[in-house]
């Protein structure tokens, strides 16, 4: 029950506080992290594929323990001072493992410009949150761009952690967060991390394969409830979820192109390289600066009905036991 009241109040901090710049923050303490253990492991281990395929998967097997103990000890000692100061110290845990206020107000930095046609400092905005080159893109590819990321992020930014936090409290929630933060740093296909971060991004594709999916339905059922083609969302979804190199990306995406009624996907450039994807969702209408506004509602509408089953699912078995 403690747990619960966390997540109800880790949740609400999210929506009112967000990420704001300066504040001590769990992502950037992964961040200095996980350097160190890279630069550390890799000088330990021969500069072989084997070698750096294994200091690979000792720094998900290390981040993990590290992760996984400071919660528990933290949680621990606070629950000997007092329950309600460990739930307060799981509340502030609950909340640092969301991002659903921060990937909005990124969206809105994006959209902005936009309107305003000032194509430069939107480029520039979304270069923040994107991986993709953004020198060269037009206003729609901006706003695909802007779309994408808020559609993707649903899953790992929001429903990812809700889903574990649900099941196990603060703990599990800061254990994924380490687990996607190492892949957002290490897990790329590139000369440097093609084997030292596959343990990684294998990882990070295992622990995220139910939360996608289940991310995908829930955003295809909040278009209805959000002024949205419901019908639509399903029907993409169904199609279109599996179109993507990575098996978790394209499930919410999917739902978000088809409550939305526009394409997403296709061929991105990446340090310069042309990368063929396929296509998300059918081409119906031009995709507008609105569309990133409206992707924000439906990302709003999902986290809520996610969280509100969260809470009345866990809410009934602790009833019951």
């Known amino acids: 029950m403690l747990s619960l009241i966390a997540l109800a109040i880790g949740f609400i901090l999210d929506l009112i506080i967000g990420d704001p710049i300066g504040w001590p923050h769990l992502i950037l303490g992964y961040g200095k992290l996980i350097p160190f253990f890279e630069r ?3 000088g330990a281990f021969p500069k072989t594929q084997r070698g750096e395929f294994i200091a690979g998967i000792l720094l998900v097997i290390i981040m993990c323990v590290i992760s996984l ?7 621990l000692l606070c629950q000997l001072v007092h329950p309600l100061l460990r ?6 845990m609950v909340w640092q493992c969301l991002s659903l206020r921060s990937l909005q107000v990124a969206a809105l930095t994006v959209y902005q410009p936009l309107i305003e046609d000032d194509l430069p400092a939107a480029r520039k905005a979304v270069a923040e949150i994107v991986g993709r080159d953004t020198e060269n893109l037009d206003e ?8 994408e990321t808020v559609a993707e992020n649903t899953s790992d930014g929001i429903i990812a952690p809700l889903l574990f936090m ?4 603060g703990v599990p929630g800061v254990v994924y967060k380490a687990i996607n933060t190492m892949d957002s740093m290490v897990g790329y296909k590139n000369d440097r991390y093609m084997f030292f971060g596959r343990a990684a991004a294998r990882f990070d594709d295992a622990v995220n394969f139910i939360p996608a999916r289940l991310a995908g339905v829930f955003m295809a059922l909040a278009a209805f409830f959000s002024g949205f083609d419901g019908k639509n969302a399903c029907r993409i979804f169904k199609r279109d979820r599996l179109h993507h190199k990575s098996p978790n990306s394209a499930h919410t995406e999917a739902a978000c192109a088809g409550a939305l009624h526009v394409r997403l996907g296709g061929d991105s450039y990446y340090f310069g390289r042309l990368v063929q994807k ?3 969702g059918d081409d119906e209408r031009p995709i507008e600066p609105e569309d990133i506004k409206r992707a924000n509602r439906l990302l709003s509408a999902t986290a809520f009905l996610f969280i509100f ?5 866990r809410g009934f078995i602790v009833w019951l036991i």
């Open 309 to 313: 089953l969260c809470i009345i699912v």
């Open 69 to 75: 103990g400071a919660g528990l000890g933290i949680l």
């Open 87 to 92: 739930v307060a110290v799981e509340s502030l």
């Open 140 to 147: 729609k590819d901006v706003t695909r761009a802007a779309v």
């Open 40 to 42: 550390v492991l890799r």
């Open 278 to 280: 396929p296509t998300i």
């Open 166 to 169: 649900a099941i196990g409290g």
